[in-house]
Protein backbone atom coordinates (compact mmCIF):
# COMPACT_ATOMS: atom_id res chain seq x y z
CA UNK A 1 0.00 0.00 0.00
CA UNK A 2 3.03 2.35 0.98
CA UNK A 3 4.71 1.54 -2.44
CA UNK A 4 1.27 2.37 -4.22
CA UNK A 5 1.01 5.65 -2.61
CA UNK A 6 4.68 6.54 -3.25
CA UNK A 7 3.81 5.57 -7.26
CA UNK A 8 0.96 7.57 -6.96
CA UNK A 9 2.73 10.65 -5.46
CA UNK A 10 5.74 10.18 -8.08
CA UNK A 11 2.95 10.44 -10.90
CA UNK A 12 1.40 13.38 -9.45
CA UNK A 13 4.75 15.14 -9.03
CA UNK A 14 5.73 14.28 -12.63
CA UNK A 15 2.67 15.36 -14.19
CA UNK A 16 2.42 18.77 -12.30
CA UNK A 17 6.23 19.03 -13.90
CA UNK A 18 5.31 18.60 -17.21
CA UNK A 19 2.43 20.55 -16.44
CA UNK A 20 4.42 24.00 -15.58
CA UNK A 21 6.94 23.04 -18.26
CA UNK A 22 4.03 23.53 -21.00
CA UNK A 23 3.04 26.65 -19.68
CA UNK A 24 6.00 28.43 -18.98
CA UNK A 25 7.35 27.19 -23.01
CA UNK A 26 3.42 28.89 -24.13
CA UNK A 27 4.05 32.35 -22.26
CA UNK A 28 3.91 35.03 -24.58
CA UNK A 29 6.27 38.02 -23.64
CA UNK A 30 4.65 40.66 -25.83
CA UNK A 31 1.53 44.10 -25.58
CA UNK A 32 2.66 47.61 -24.55
CA UNK A 33 2.35 46.85 -21.06
CA UNK A 34 5.19 44.23 -21.09
CA UNK A 35 7.30 46.37 -23.15
CA UNK A 36 6.67 49.43 -21.04
CA UNK A 37 7.56 48.11 -17.90
CA UNK A 38 10.75 46.62 -19.71
CA UNK A 39 11.54 49.89 -21.20
CA UNK A 40 10.80 51.72 -17.43
CA UNK A 41 12.76 48.72 -15.85
CA UNK A 42 15.61 49.84 -18.67
CA UNK A 43 15.73 53.51 -17.56
CA UNK A 44 15.78 52.88 -14.29
CA UNK A 45 18.96 51.11 -14.98
CA UNK A 46 20.31 54.08 -17.31
CA UNK A 47 20.15 56.14 -14.28
CA UNK A 48 20.48 54.55 -11.49
CA UNK A 49 22.23 51.57 -12.00
CA UNK A 50 25.87 52.24 -9.89
CA UNK A 51 23.68 52.37 -6.74
CA UNK A 52 21.80 49.12 -7.53
CA UNK A 53 24.81 47.83 -9.43
CA UNK A 54 24.71 43.95 -8.04
CA UNK A 55 21.06 44.49 -9.13
CA UNK A 56 21.52 45.42 -12.54
CA UNK A 57 24.41 43.42 -13.29
CA UNK A 58 22.15 40.22 -12.40
CA UNK A 59 19.32 41.19 -14.76
CA UNK A 60 21.71 41.59 -17.33
CA UNK A 61 23.50 38.54 -16.23
CA UNK A 62 20.11 36.58 -16.44
CA UNK A 63 19.07 38.35 -20.03
CA UNK A 64 22.66 37.54 -21.47
CA UNK A 65 22.01 33.87 -20.37
CA UNK A 66 18.87 33.29 -21.03
CA UNK A 67 19.08 34.36 -25.16
CA UNK A 68 22.51 33.09 -25.45
CA UNK A 69 20.99 29.32 -24.07
CA UNK A 70 18.70 29.76 -26.93
CA UNK A 71 21.20 31.14 -29.60
CA UNK A 72 23.32 27.64 -28.50
CA UNK A 73 20.60 25.72 -28.68
CA UNK A 74 19.11 26.96 -31.84
CA UNK A 75 23.23 26.85 -33.71
CA UNK A 76 23.61 23.61 -32.46
CA UNK A 77 19.91 22.59 -33.86
CA UNK A 78 19.46 21.22 -30.65
CA UNK A 79 15.77 20.27 -30.25
CA UNK A 80 14.09 19.79 -26.64
CA UNK A 81 10.44 17.91 -26.55
CA UNK A 82 7.48 19.92 -24.62
CA UNK A 83 9.17 22.65 -24.12
CA UNK A 84 12.26 22.12 -21.78
CA UNK A 85 14.52 24.22 -23.62
CA UNK A 86 13.26 27.40 -21.41
CA UNK A 87 13.46 25.63 -18.18
CA UNK A 88 17.26 25.25 -19.56
CA UNK A 89 16.63 28.93 -20.87
CA UNK A 90 16.03 29.74 -17.23
CA UNK A 91 18.80 28.02 -15.59
CA UNK A 92 21.95 29.08 -17.68
CA UNK A 93 20.02 33.05 -17.05
CA UNK A 94 19.95 32.15 -13.05
CA UNK A 95 23.37 30.76 -13.18
CA UNK A 96 24.40 33.64 -15.02
CA UNK A 97 22.44 36.04 -12.76
CA UNK A 98 24.14 34.61 -9.78
CA UNK A 99 27.45 34.84 -10.98
CA UNK A 100 27.04 38.33 -12.07
CA UNK A 101 25.37 39.07 -8.94
CA UNK A 102 28.31 37.85 -6.46
CA UNK A 103 31.32 38.45 -8.47
CA UNK A 104 31.73 42.04 -9.75
CA UNK A 105 34.29 41.32 -12.53
CA UNK A 106 32.16 38.36 -13.99
CA UNK A 107 29.31 40.82 -14.20
CA UNK A 108 31.16 43.86 -16.08
CA UNK A 109 32.55 41.37 -18.27
CA UNK A 110 29.24 39.53 -19.27
CA UNK A 111 27.93 43.11 -19.63
CA UNK A 112 30.04 44.76 -21.36
CA UNK A 113 30.96 41.59 -23.76
CA UNK A 114 26.99 41.54 -24.49
CA UNK A 115 26.77 45.25 -25.01
CA UNK A 116 29.72 45.07 -27.31
CA UNK A 117 28.67 42.01 -29.57
CA UNK A 118 25.18 43.40 -29.87
CA UNK A 119 25.88 46.95 -30.77
CA UNK A 120 29.28 47.54 -32.30
CA UNK A 121 30.67 43.70 -33.42
CA UNK A 122 29.00 43.84 -36.82
CA UNK A 123 29.98 47.61 -37.18
CA UNK A 124 33.88 46.62 -36.25
CA UNK A 125 33.98 43.54 -37.72
CA UNK A 126 32.80 45.37 -41.19
CA UNK A 127 35.13 48.29 -41.50
CA UNK A 128 38.14 45.74 -40.30
CA UNK A 129 37.10 43.65 -43.31
CA UNK A 130 36.73 46.08 -46.16
CA UNK A 131 40.65 47.20 -44.67
CA UNK A 132 41.92 43.58 -45.06
CA UNK A 133 39.81 42.26 -48.03
CA UNK A 134 38.35 39.96 -46.42
CA UNK A 135 37.16 37.06 -49.65
CA UNK A 136 32.70 36.86 -49.75
CA UNK A 137 33.22 33.14 -49.54
CA UNK A 138 34.94 33.50 -45.71
CA UNK A 139 33.65 36.25 -44.40
CA UNK A 140 30.19 34.59 -42.08
CA UNK A 141 33.14 32.77 -40.07
CA UNK A 142 35.59 35.88 -40.27
CA UNK A 143 32.54 38.27 -38.84
CA UNK A 144 31.48 35.49 -36.33
CA UNK A 145 34.90 34.65 -34.62
CA UNK A 146 35.87 38.38 -34.79
CA UNK A 147 32.62 39.46 -33.21
CA UNK A 148 33.53 37.61 -30.32
CA UNK A 149 37.06 38.82 -30.52
CA UNK A 150 36.44 42.28 -30.14
CA UNK A 151 33.62 42.20 -27.84
CA UNK A 152 35.95 40.17 -25.27
CA UNK A 153 38.67 42.03 -25.48
CA UNK A 154 36.39 44.84 -24.65
CA UNK A 155 34.55 43.22 -22.10
CA UNK A 156 38.62 42.30 -20.33
CA UNK A 157 39.41 45.78 -20.52
CA UNK A 158 36.52 46.92 -18.54
CA UNK A 159 36.72 44.58 -15.92
CA UNK A 160 39.76 47.04 -15.10
CA UNK A 161 38.61 49.94 -13.49
CA UNK A 162 35.38 49.20 -12.03
CA UNK A 163 33.58 52.65 -10.61
CA UNK A 164 33.88 54.42 -13.85
CA UNK A 165 33.17 50.93 -15.72
CA UNK A 166 30.02 49.97 -13.80
CA UNK A 167 28.66 53.68 -14.51
CA UNK A 168 29.50 53.31 -18.30
CA UNK A 169 27.68 49.82 -18.63
CA UNK A 170 24.62 50.48 -16.78
CA UNK A 171 24.04 53.62 -18.54
CA UNK A 172 24.90 52.35 -21.84
CA UNK A 173 22.92 49.39 -21.99
CA UNK A 174 19.93 50.89 -19.98
CA UNK A 175 19.54 54.02 -22.22
CA UNK A 176 20.14 51.48 -25.78
CA UNK A 177 17.14 48.64 -24.05
CA UNK A 178 15.49 51.83 -22.70
CA UNK A 179 15.10 53.36 -26.80
CA UNK A 180 15.22 49.72 -28.23
CA UNK A 181 11.94 48.69 -26.16
CA UNK A 182 10.40 51.47 -26.79
CA UNK A 183 10.52 50.72 -30.42
CA UNK A 184 9.21 47.20 -30.07
CA UNK A 185 6.58 49.05 -28.00
CA UNK A 186 5.37 50.98 -31.33
CA UNK A 187 3.91 49.02 -33.72
CA UNK A 188 1.50 47.28 -30.10
CA UNK A 189 1.00 50.43 -28.90
CA UNK A 190 -2.89 51.28 -28.32
CA UNK A 191 -2.59 54.79 -30.00
CA UNK A 192 -1.64 54.48 -33.55
CA UNK A 193 1.92 55.98 -33.36
CA UNK A 194 3.41 53.84 -36.02
CA UNK A 195 4.82 56.67 -38.49
CA UNK A 196 7.72 56.85 -35.93
CA UNK A 197 8.81 53.80 -37.88
CA UNK A 198 9.92 56.18 -40.85
CA UNK A 199 12.33 57.57 -38.33
CA UNK A 200 16.24 57.13 -39.75
CA UNK A 201 17.79 54.36 -38.33
CA UNK A 202 21.10 57.13 -37.14
CA UNK A 203 18.24 58.84 -35.45
CA UNK A 204 17.65 56.39 -33.18
CA UNK A 205 21.04 55.66 -32.60
CA UNK A 206 21.53 59.09 -31.45
CA UNK A 207 18.59 58.33 -29.02
CA UNK A 208 20.36 55.65 -27.77
CA UNK A 209 23.47 57.66 -27.28
CA UNK A 210 21.59 60.96 -25.76
CA UNK A 211 20.36 58.51 -22.94
CA UNK A 212 22.82 56.93 -22.40
CA UNK A 213 25.07 60.07 -21.64
CA UNK A 214 22.83 61.15 -19.91
CA UNK A 215 22.55 58.44 -17.40
CA UNK A 216 26.19 58.66 -17.11
CA UNK A 217 26.06 62.60 -16.51
CA UNK A 218 23.36 61.89 -13.96
CA UNK A 219 25.26 58.48 -12.14
CA UNK A 220 28.42 60.66 -12.18
CA UNK A 221 30.97 58.79 -12.53
CA UNK A 222 33.22 60.17 -9.75
CA UNK A 223 30.48 60.73 -6.63
CA UNK A 224 31.57 58.96 -4.09
Sequence with gaps: ?????????????????????????????EGALFYAVLMLAAAYICLEGYGIYRMALAVIGFAVGY????????????????????????????????????????GIFIAAYHFVQVNFSAMLVAALAERISIPQAVYPIFAAVAGVVIAF????????????VVVALTAAVGGFAAVGFFRD???VFPVNINFMQRIP???????????????????????D
Design 153 to 164: LVAKFAVKSERL
Design 67 to 106: SHARQILDILHIQIADGSSVIIQVIIGLICAGLAYSVLKI
Design 185 to 187: MIP
Design 1 to 29: MLLMTSDASTETTISLMESLVKQLANIKF
Design 201 to 223: EVVWFGAKLFMSAAGFLVQGPTK
